[in-house]
């Protein structure tokens, strides 16, 4: 069986699960060989009270890439990169990036593009231009939010119709896939469910080009989560390699892992926490260990309804 292997750059926490160790551990799960550098090592997540830690810097990523690159051992058949909040080191991941494609022409690049969400950007606003001009357009698989992709190619989503542009848009910009994580579109099950939509244009090895629009539903759960976003880019990545022109199949699949997490870590935090209160950051840290069967054979309870496909 030909190893598939990953190179993760992302935030590391000593405890909990966010970047890499929301990350790593399912990756592994499902058979990939996974190569993680840490571009921060923080105490916990930032959404605790206190957190302590170290930022790795631009220089410092290189000295890691260079030895990697000296020992002959950079042959990556993905890319994972999620949250950044420094040029200087987005600018080197995009050109390692670069570097790392052509050496391996089929290196597939998953990009979390992690600018903000609901209105507000959480990264310096000198990011946004370093992602529209040099990370989209090396990206293949693309998982932003609604305001994320709204930030990246300037339209405003109000319709189901406006999510299908913003995602064309997105496709004209460089990657063959890209999935609007969340929106505030209304789904026709209520407001008690989240509305996801996912778009693929491919070329296959035999020259037809297959493109699918799908939509989903996902119920959403009343809790603040963290390491949420990371967990689904790694999940896509899986998938989608499973899956490789089936999009519907890899969304509902990892919509399905992320179901499975989350109930899982809901209930085991309101247990904790007791009755009429609400759990503590460390109570909602994602269940994941626990969640080591449903990662690798998740039982879909997660569907998505196709909106449009093709092939020509």
């Excluded at 890319?79 to 990036?97: H, K, M, N, W």
């Excluded at 899956?243 to 890899?250: N, V």
């Excluded at 309101?270 to 009429?276: L, Q, V």
Aim: charge should be negative.
């Amino acid at each position: 069986m030909q190893e598939r292997r990953v190179l993760s750059i992302q935030s590391h926490v000593v405890r909990g699960y966010v970047g890499n160790k929301s990350a790593v551990f399912p990756l592994q799960v499902l058979g990939f060989e996974v190569d993680s550098i840490n571009s921060v090592q923080f105490s916990n997540h930032t959404g605790y009270a206190h957190w302590k830690g170290q930022v790795l810097t631009a220089e410092e990523l290189n000295v890691l890439y260079e030895g990697i690159k000296l020992n002959n051992v950079h042959h990556y058949d993905y890319i994972l990169t999620g949250y950044s909040r420094d040029t200087s080191f987005l600018e080197t991941v995009v050109d390692i990036i670069k570097e790392l494609k052509k050496a391996n022409p089929g290196l597939v690049y998953v990009c979390d593009p992690v600018l903000g969400d609901q209105g507000a950007m959480y990264v310096p606003e000198n990011l946004l231009p370093v992602y529209k001009n040099k990370v989209v357009p090396l990206a293949d698989i693309l998982t932003p939010n609604q305001f994320e992709a709204e930030l990246l190619t300037g339209r405003t989503i109000r319709t189901a119709a406006d999510a299908v542009q913003v995602m064309d848009l997105l496709h004209d910009m460089g990657p063959e896939t890209v999935v609007l994580t969340s929106t505030d579109l209304l789904s026709k099950h209520g407001d008690q469910f989240l509305v996801a939509l996912g778009s693929q244009k491919i070329k296959k090895a035999d020259g037809t080009r297959v493109s699918q629009k799908i939509w989903m539903d996902i119920p959403k759960v009343d809790a603040v989560f963290v390491g949420t976003g990371d967990l689904f880019a790694a999940m896509l990545l899986a998938w989608t390699h499973h899956h490789p022109a089936d999009l519907k199949t890899a969304c509902e699949k990892t919509a399905s892992v992320m179901h499975h997490v989350i109930q899982r870590t809901i209930a085991y935090a309101n247990e904790m926490a007791g009755p009429g209160k609400r759990p503590s950051p460390a109570q909602l840290e994602l269940r994941m260990v626990q969640s080591k069967a449903d990662i690798e054979n998740p039982a879909t309870v997660v569907r998505a309804e196709l909106l449009e496909t093709s092939v020509h």
